[in-house]
Each structure stands twice: as C-alpha cells, then as structure tokens.
C-alpha cells in the first residue's frame, strides 16, 4: 500500500551541483506531477506528465527537468542547482488527467542549496 | 496564471469551537478540491466537490463548491487537538491540450488550545 514514494526525503547541495529527485507510484496512474512549496506561497506545479513519453511545463518550470519513461516513475532533475530552488519538493498523481481525480500527494523531499 | 485567495492565513482556536475557511477566485473552476498538511508529510485530500451548489460532509468537515464557480469554504465542526495542520484549498480548471491543471491556495494554518 505504498501510494506516492519520494526519496530522498532529505538533501543539501552545493549551488551548481546537479542531482535527481526521484517519484515512483504503484497505482497504476497516468497523471503525476511535481510541485514545490515555499513558505507562504502555497503549492506550485513545476512540470507535469499525462502519461508515458509526455510532460509538459506548469507555473515554474525554470531549472527542472522531468522524463517520463515509465508509468510508476517521474524523477525531478535540477541540472545546476540555485539557492532560489531550496523548497519542498512534493511528487503527485492521479488515475488520469480530468477534473474529477483528485491527486494523492508523496511526504515530500526537502532540499537544501547551500 | 489563476490566483486563488485562501483566509484567514491562520487561526488560533479553543478545543471545541467550530472552524471556517474558504478560498475566493477571480476564475471559474470545475472542481474545487480541500486539502490538510500535517508538519513534515504530504497533503491529504479531504473533501472533493465537483458541481456548483454542491454540499459534501466527511465526518466533522463539510465543504460546499460555490454556486459562481469560483468560492468554496470549508467548516470543521468540534474542533479536536489532531485538527492541527495547514489545510488548503484547490481548484481544478481546464488548461488546454485536454488537460486539466490545479491551483492551490497559500493555505490556512490551524492552531487548536486544549
């Protein structure tokens, strides 16, 4: 009954390095998507995916990329990382991409650029 | 992009009382989704409502979806110590491409004295 996985749940970078955040759901859903959280900014989506081999850009995609090879998984890539992208990191899916699927929500990776 | 304006930002309670919030838009949406946070996890949706007028209870919350389209408030009746959170509100809109994208509020955090 795993639902949304998201590691790690924790890092620090260095400005500049790169790393990958990775989401794995096991529900079998096409629609999954990344938000980050800032204090006082609510959520906001970064990228999205409708399913395998398709994603598409949200609010803030500037400084993310994302693939989308498989069902399950839709890893975050930041290539260079900033200061300005220190959040939380929340990973999200649903069944499919209409109004009426709610999204379930993975706990989240907090990152850190130091 | 579409702005959602979720209040009170917070609130501090008595064990007991009963709870108001909602979120106002200048946007139509066609689902308006609550969600609550609890410290260090992901959200965890609460009440889904998908018509305007729409009246839908689970347990002591209840939420209705706004006759215009663009308010929903949420209540939380009875207020208990696990009530604490950062509850959000969400709306989901048509974005084009046949896809749908959610805006969330900036959130409203609850507070409940024993």
């Known amino acids: 009954n795993a639902g949304v996985t998201q590691t790690p749940k924790f890092q620090v970078l260095k400005t500049g390095q790169s790393m990958t955040l990775q989401c794995a759901q096991d529900?079998?859903?096409?629609?999954m998507s990344w938000y980050r959280q800032d204090p006082g900014m609510g959520l906001r989506l970064i990228h999205y995916?409708?399913?395998?081999?398709?994603?598409d850009q949200g609010e803030v995609p500037n400084g993310y990329n994302v693939s989308r090879s498989t069902t399950e998984d839709f890893p975050l890539r930041l290539l260079s990382a900033a200061p300005s992208q220190t959040s939380v990191y929340f990973c999200?899916?649903?069944?499919?991409?209409?109004?009426?699927?709610?999204?379930?929500f993975g706990d989240g990776t907090r990152l850190s650029i130091l | 992009g579409q702005q959602l304006n979720q209040s009170p930002q917070s609130m501090f309670i008595q064990e007991g009382e009963d709870v108001s919030m909602n979120c106002t838009s200048s946007?139509?949406?066609?689902?308006w989704l609550w969600y609550k946070q609890d410290p260090g996890e992901g959200p965890v949706l609460l009440i889904a409502?998908?018509?305007?007028?729409e009246l839908t209870s689970n347990g002591r919350l209840t939420a209705q979806f706004g006759i215009t389209r663009k308010d929903s408030f949420l209540n939380i009746s009875a207020s208990i110590p696990s009530d604490v959170g950062i509850y959000f509100c969400?709306?989901?809109?048509?974005?084009?491409?046949?896809?749908?994208?959610?805006?969330f509020g900036k959130g409203t955090k609850l507070s409940v004295i024993p």
């Open positions: 995916s409708v399913g395998a081999g398709i994603t």
């Open positions: 946007s139509i949406f066609n689902t």
């Open positions: 999200a899916s649903s069944y499919t991409r209409g109004p009426n699927q709610p999204q379930h």
């Open positions: 529900m079998n859903h096409e629609y």
């Open positions: 969400a709306g989901s809109a048509y974005s084009g491409a046949g896809s749908y994208q959610l805006t």
């Open positions: 409502l998908y018509k305007a007028g």
